[in-house]
Structures are given as C-alpha cells and as structure tokens.
C-alpha cells in the first residue's frame, strides 16, 4: 500500500529540513497521517493514550505537550477532519464531556491509569472507527512496557489497529544497566519490549532518528492494511527520543493511505457461483470481517436474492438485525439451536470473514454433513483457505457485490421449504429466548440472563453493549437480539478479562468524533462480572476524569462462575473458583468474602445505583440509561440451576479432560468428552 498526497496540499520545497527531536518528528509526522476509503478521509492516528516515567517523559512526553498546544514545532496548517472540539481537561461533575479532539495537527492527549488498559481502551476505539483511525500508546520503559503486552495481543488476534511507542534502554549505552533494564547475558540488543515482537504485526527499534523515516511509513502501511493490521511497535530508545535531528520537510507532508477494496478473482467467483448454484441446504457464517468492511447492507442484500440463512459468529453478531428473516443466530459453542441445526445439517457453509474458530466449528464437531463443502469469502488468504475451501479472496463487500450479481440472472434461490424450515427453527429458539428474559417474580434477586432480558426491554439501536469474558459471551451469543450492526460489541477473540471499561471508554470517543446523537453520544454499556471488575477497573478514574456517560453493570457472583461451571463439566469439581473464605481443611468453600465493589466503584468517583430484586434493576438500569455522567449499577445475581442457565451450550467445545484420575467426577467427565470426540472430523 502506497500513500498518496491530496491535490490541494502543496509538497514542501525539496532540500528544506526541519530540526526536531525524534519524539517530535514522530508525532508531527503522526498528526498529518490519514486514511482514505469509498471518499471518506480521517486522521488514521488521533489521539495518544500514555503513562509517563522516566523512559517517555522527556521525550514523547514533552512532544505531546509541544503538539496540543499553538505556535509549536508540530502547529496546524491545512485542517483534517475535525470532531468535537474542547481540551481534555477534567470536566466538573454533571457537565457535558469535554473530549480532546484533533483540530489541524494537534495531537491531543489521553491520560491512562494502566498500561493494559490504555491498549484495550485504544482497541475499543479503533473497532467503533471501522478499523479507519487508531489510537497510538506511550510507555514508559520496563515494567509500562511489558504491560503492553496482553493488549497487543488482542489487538492482533481481533485485526484491530493500535501503534505501541514504548520507551527503550538507552541506544547508546552511556550506563549499563539502567534502571529497569532486563539484562540478557547472550545479547546486549534485547529488551523486554522484544516481548512485544510475536504479538506485533509490524516491529522496529529506533536506534538512530534517521531510522525513524522508514519505520514510521511501515508502521503507517501495517496499521492502514485491511489483512495485515493488528498491533504496531515502534520501541523508543529514551535518549534517541530526545535527540535532535534535521529532518526533511518532506517527512511532514500528509498522506493519505487508501484502505482497498479489492474485487474477487474471475475465476474464483465462477467456481464460488458453482458451488452456491449446485447447494440445496446453504448456510452463510458471518464473521466480524462483514463489519470490518461495512457489508452488512450488501450482505442484506445478497440474502434478499437467495434466501440463504445467515448464522454470525461473535465478531459477526449484527451483521443481520435479529429480526431479519434470514437472521438465524449465532452459530457454534454459544450459538442457537436453530443455527447449529442448520449447520449440522448445510451442504454449504459460506463463510464471510470469518477465521472459524473452534467455538464456531464445536471444534470440528459442528459441520456434520458427510457432502458439505466450505466456501470462505475472506480478505486475507490464510482465512480463505481453511478447511480445505473453495477461496474468494476478496473484501467482503465487494465479494459479495460480485456473487449477487453474478447470481441475479442465473435464478437461484433456495427451496421454499428450506425457508420455512429455518423460520419455524428461528421461531421456536425465540420462545425459549423470552422464557430465558421472563421475570415472573418482581421481588426476587436477577438471575444473570434476567439481566440481559431487562436490558433487552430497555435499549434501543443507539445502544452499545461491550463485553469480553466470563459466561456473559455465551448468554449474549445465544439471546441478545442485535438492533443496529455496532450494537454487539464483544470481544471474543482473545476473550481478556478487564477489556470492557476501557474498551467502553474508546467507543465513547470514538462515537463523540462522530458527533453522534446530541452531546455527541450513544449510550455504551460495559457489563462485567466481580472477576472480570477485579481485573481492571482502574480506567473508571478515567470516564469519570472526563466526565464520560459509561454505563457500567456489575454482576456479582463471588467467583469466577463461568470457569467455575466448566470446571464441574471437565471433572475438576469447581475447584478455585469461588471467592471464598478458607475452609478448616483449607479449601475455598468458607463464607463469601466481604467484598463490596460497588464500594470500590463509588471510591473511583463513579455515581453508583445498587439494586437487590428485578424490579429495582429494571429502575437502576432505566437511570443509569439517561445519566449524563459515568454511572456503576451493582446487583448480586443469582446462581441459575444449570452451568449455562435455562439454555446450556447447543454445541460441544473441546477442553482436554483428565485421561486418568482417582476422582469419580473427572473420569465420569472423561467418558463424556471420548463420546463428544469422537464426532470430530476435518475437513479436506
């Protein structure tokens, strides 16, 4: 991917240079970067998140203060695309957010209070912007810098752009070590930023700042790239930081980096229509790359023609409103009946950006038909080519632009009776929905999916829900009904417990540089269990620093419920996964602990509403829905009779079970996992 310069921005005099230091050639040349797809131009880096120590501040920290401010090295010129304006300074409780914004070539700042969670917050962002604007992170060295790393691999694993800028030990080594610095006997050029490399897509060090010049451009291309983006490194030596340097001009110009959309092969497409022609029971496997490319009305679309069902993964959940005809559920582990039947039963399963996971294939247990066939429509050709697949590589709006219109005049549709078949399968999963949301007792404490259910009778399309781990993945899978195609934000790719506040928290930035609803935003709920909220609140300091309406739920359920249920399924009796006193003979199964978070959440600053019974949580949730500040609603839920609550798993998952054991739990578990096994086949 090459850049281009827009026609009305003059390139600078050839042999003009400008003295900076390498921190403050990076962020000027970051604040003119920009991405282009179907006409529509933004600012492919927009903010930056950062902690400062003794590895950052002087260097990308003191850039950062020269570029938000006039009349600096980094001032504006032309104006890019503009968002909400005001600075990022803390806005006095019951005020409307003042969010930093990037008017010209400022690049505004986001103060963060974990490195972790400044990556997941910057991740949340990029995924609500299309994959088209990304956050960058600053680190200090040591301990900041390896705290990038669980968030970098999410990034990664999900192909959601952030570029990482962490500080390095010195580049020129006056003092050896320093502090913080990871000694390694056998190679004096590693650092533990070199951590960072396998769950990098792209990663440079910056040892001398002319070295900054390609690296930077890589680093643009990797981020901007439909199949390679992911995490981006560029590791900063602090003294290399600091250092001046007299820079081309040239290096300031803006660019612009076209995102493609590029078309399917001729051939290809033939054998895709072939294949689609010549299927009797079709299923269409919608991935995240459906809303990646912005196809979900294309996709809409090409059901219209075919009447082909459509089952989504996590990822792709949304890619049909669920009461779209063809909409049939999630598919696999935490799918419906409905869609597993479908694709026990397809001949065809057609894959549209998606990676098929084990939760989607049951780990290969799922696609049962000896004759089915897979067709993968998928941007990147390692994806395309899985399970021994016909391949259309090809961006999915396009490649599916391509298969309507190369099945328009050739008259396929699927048999009537399969409509009817997949309707009435929809239509039975529905009533076990509403049973699941029923709440026939006002006064009783909610169980988890009778939360979702009061939810579900209270959000709108406007509405955002982020979540990540724990049981809540299976429950919203199966029975959320998805109103808008970003309403269904969860991430299950890496599935990392702490994701959903500060991944809340990038949402809500991004919708305010959307200028959406008045005030600039959607309501954007991070739903967690006491786990998960143990694991990373710290970014509630955040939303309440800029005076964010998050909406966070709390369920509490004293452990780790949903590793707790697959401990009992896989023979290992629950073991460590209750939050509980010791017992007399040193096991967990004492009294809860007297932990109150919703205390913990209220010390954070956040406005807290505690409900006990339905009918108070079906009032807490309406207020916190209209707050205009970050608001906690904390209810303690109640523990559903079976692992997976009224609805348990419709489709197997492999976890290896103990082959032997002296335990009656785990070898009783052990005879249900060969019987689930042995159904498993690949697929070639």
Known sequence: MSPTRPANRPDAPHGATRRLTTAQALIAFLARQYTERDGRRQRLISATWGIFGHGNVAGIGQA????????????????????????????????????????????????????????????????????????????????????????????????????????????????????????????????????????????????????LIPAALQAMRVLADPVETGAVTLALPQDVQAEAYDWPEEFFAERDWHVRRPAPDTAELEAAVRAIRSARRPLI????????????????????????????????????????????????????????????????????????????????????????????????????????????????????????????GRGYRVDPAYETEYAGAKEAWEEKVEASFATPVPTARPTQTQVLGLLDALVTEDDILINAAGSLPGDLHRLWRTRSRDQYHVEYGYSCMGYEIPAAIGVLLAEAARGARSRGHRPVWALVGDGTYLMNPTETVTAVQENLPLKLVILQNHGYASIGGLSEAVGAERFGTAYRHRDADGGFTGPPLPVDLAANAASLGMRVLRAATVDELGKALAEARDAEGPTCVYVETETPDTVSGPLPAQAWWDVPVAETASRPAAARAREEYDRQAASRRRHL
Not at 109 to 128: D, T
Not at 148 to 175: H, I, Q
Not at 378 to 400: E, F, Q, T, Y
């Open 64 to 211: 950062l203060l020269e570029a938000g401010h006039a009349g600096s090295a980094t001032a504006p010129t032309v104006p890019g695309p503009t968002a909400p304006t005001g600075p990022g300074t803390p806005a006095a409780p019951g005020t409307a957010p003042r969010i930093p914004t990037a008017p010209g070539h400022r690049m505004p700042f986001l103060q963060g209070r974990n490195e972790q969670a400044m990556v997941h917050a910057a991740v949340g962002y990029a995924r609500q912007s299309g994959r088209l604007s990304a956050h960058a992170v600053t680190t200090s060295i040591g301990p900041g810098a390896t705290n990038l790393v669980t968030g970098a691999a999410l990034a990664t694993v999900n192909r959601l752009p952030v570029l990482l800028l962490p500080g390095d030990t010195f580049a020129t080594r006056p003092a050896d070590p320093v502090l913080q610095q990871l000694e390694v006997p056998y190679a004096g050029d590693v650092s533990v930023n070199d951590c960072l490399r396998p769950v990098s897509r792209y990663f440079d060090r910056i040892t001398r700042p002319e070295a």
């Open 285 to 408: 496997v919608a991935g995240g790359g459906v809303r990646h490319s912005a196809a979900e009305e294309t996709l809409a679309a090409f059901t219209a023609a075919t009447r082909i069902p459509v089952a989504s993964t996590q990822a792709g959940k949304g890619a049909l409103r669920h009461d779209h005809p063809a909409d049939v559920g999630g598919i696999g582990h935490t799918g419906t009946a409905a869609a597993d039947e479908l694709a026990r039963t397809a001949d065809l399963v057609i894959g549209v950006g998606t990676r098929f996971t084990d939760f989607t294939t049951a780990s290969g247990t799922l696609f049962s038909n000896p004759a089915v066939r897979f067709l993968h429509l998928n941007i990147a050709a390692a994806d395309a080519h899985k399970l021994a697949a016909l391949p259309l590589v090809a961006d999915a709006r396009a490649g599916l632009e391509a298969l309507t219109a190369a099945l328009a």
